[in-house]
């Protein structure tokens, strides 16, 4: 029998049944980028392309054993980080990641979905900061996200890299802010590790309220950098992953668009 030899990515995030967000869409991102995919749920949200209407974190027990048991057979070359949901959940992550010390941490920073719901509880996000955010290779926040992260209103692209530069001094490798919710037509992207501070101009693609986007591209990024490409380079392919997601979505459900 053959040995499957693909890079492998751990994504820890949250279960969603439409399949549009969360670990469904890192699994098909993960996959059409050519590396094998590994999960771990840490809650199962009921949404559909509508909604996120409840969201049920597990146990902390049934987080900790997802991921022990896949530490314990697979080599994971990049983990990926998605929707944590509350504070239990971010100490049990906080202590794998540790404990576990990767080579690659992407983490999307996810707090709210587009529709409102919250996804990472208001008195989680100190301790994300504390724990999650100085163990990341890249975080990669939205304009809402980057502002809740730094306590000001991101709306610029001045504000994005003043928050870039912020959220790097609380530990993070590489800090990319995204800009796909900058007024205009413009989206352009913020990256930031320390002695580099790079724009990624882009416009906006269409259609425009593609679910998951985020999810995408923090995969993406995840499956390149597993791959062995540089940070720089991983960036620039994971947004054309996502470029390319976002224009050939299709609707499957009545409401908003998803990849496929
Ligand atoms: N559900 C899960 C499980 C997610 O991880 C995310 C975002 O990361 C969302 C929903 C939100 O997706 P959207 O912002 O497209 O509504």
């Known amino acids: 029998m053959a040995t499957n030899t693909l890079p492998k990515v751990l994504s820890i995030g949250g279960f969603d049944p439409s399949g549009g967000a969360g670990l469904q869409i890192d699994i098909l991102t993960l996959l059409q980028i050519g590396v094998h995919p590994l999960t771990a749920v840490t809650a199962i949200t009921i949404q559909n392309s509508f909604t996120v209407k409840e969201v049920y974190p597990v146990s902390t027990q049934t987080l900790a054993e997802q991921l022990e048991i896949v530490i314990d057979d697979y080599q994971v070359e990049a983990v990926k980080i998605g929707m944590l949901a509350d504070r239990k959940i971010v100490e049990i992550v906080a202590g794998f990641l540790e404990k576990s010390k990767f080579k690659y941490v992407?983490?999307?920073?996810?707090?709210?979905?587009?529709?409102?719901?919250?996804?990472?509880?208001?008195?989680?996000?100190?301790?994300?900061?504390e724990r999650v955010v100085p163990l990341s290779t890249i975080l990669t926040p939205n304009l809402l996200e980057a502002s809740e992260l730094v306590g000001f209103s991101v709306k610029s692209i001045e504000d994005m890299e003043k928050a870039a530069q912020i959220i790097y001094r609380l530990g993070a490798a590489w800090v990319l802010v995204k800009g796909g919710h900058l007024s205009g037509c413009e989206c352009t992207d913020i990256l930031y590790g320390g002695n580099i501070l790079s724009r990624f101009p882009g416009?906006?693609?269409?259609?425009?309220?593609?679910?998951?986007?985020?999810?995408?591209?923090?995969?993406?990024l995840a499956g390149y950098l597993a791959q062995g490409k540089p940070v720089i380079e991983s960036v620039e392919l994971a947004r054309g992953f996502t470029l390319g997601k976002i224009k050939t979505a299709q609707k499957i459900g009545r409401g908003r668009p998803q990849a496929v």
């Open 203 to 220: 416009s906006r693609a269409e259609p425009k309220d593609v679910r998951g986007t985020g999810c995408i591209l923090a995969s993406a």
């Open 106 to 129: 992407v983490v999307d920073p996810v707090i709210k979905a587009t529709s409102g719901t919250c996804l990472l509880r208001s008195d989680a996000l100190s301790l994300f900061k």
